[in-house]
């Protein structure tokens, strides 16, 4: 769903059909299996309120590590947005549940190009080792590689259209460890590169993307 890949704070996120209790869509940077998650717990809450004539459940929220699941109902479905810890549960169903016309309405999102250089390296290592062939493979990849090595930066950024971007303006004192954090997930990249294709090919294509960055 394109507006939650929009939302500030969203590590991931599952839609679940209501009907039949199915996965429809798991997508973003978290390494939680959301899906299941989700599935089971939206169709737990559904027997649990029908056997307790508890009338509607508002959500369900899980607590786990640093993250929290958040599971409510949406139109003809259950979405399972994965949020940290501390988050506000209802403040993030609010913006779900905001009218598209007030969520197509983009805030500015300010990005150092220490950060922003870094991001566009990723990118480029991801179409040039996948190409159009082979291209969800690697997204698949980075976003492994984003899940496992995030850390802080998980909540601001995500895959978005295909490409990784930045969700929200990152903290001014996060710049260094954010960036650290991205070079991880450059090496990250590489190194699968060099297991997939071995290491020769890897290397010609790491400096096609050097290229293209030095001609910005």
């Known amino acids: 769903m394109e507006i939650l890949d929009k939302i500030p704070g969203i590590i991931g996120y599952a839609v679940i059909n209501a009907d039949d209790g199915s996965i429809e869509e798991v997508r973003g940077s978290s390494t939680t299996p959301l899906g299941d998650l989700a599935a089971f717990f939206s169709s737990a809450g559904d027997v649990i309120k029908n056997s307790l004539a508890l009338g509607g459940i508002n959500y369900i929220s899980l607590s786990y590590g640093a993250n929290r699941l958040v599971i409510f109902p949406f139109d003809s479905k259950y979405l399972g947005i994965e ?99 991205l070079r991880s997930i450059i090496d990250f990249l590489v190194k699968k590169a060099v297991e997939e294709m071995g290491s020769s090919q890897a290397r010609v294509k790491v400096q096609v993307v050097i290229e293209k960055m030095r001609q910005g």
């Open 83 to 181: 949020i940290e810890r501390d988050g506000d549960p209802l403040l993030f169903m609010e913006q779900v549940k905001i009218p598209p016309t007030e969520v197509a309405q983009p805030k500015t999102i300010e990005v150092p190009r220490s950060l922003s250089s870094k991001v566009t390296q990723v990118n480029l290592l991801v179409e040039e080792f996948g190409g159009e062939a082979n291209r969800g493979h690697w997204l698949e990849v980075l976003n492994q590689g984003v899940g496992i090595l995030g850390g802080d930066l998980l909540p601001f950024i995500g895959i978005i259209e295909n490409k990784l971007s930045f969700k929200d303006s990152p903290p001014a004192d996060k710049e260094d460890e954010f960036v650290q954090g």
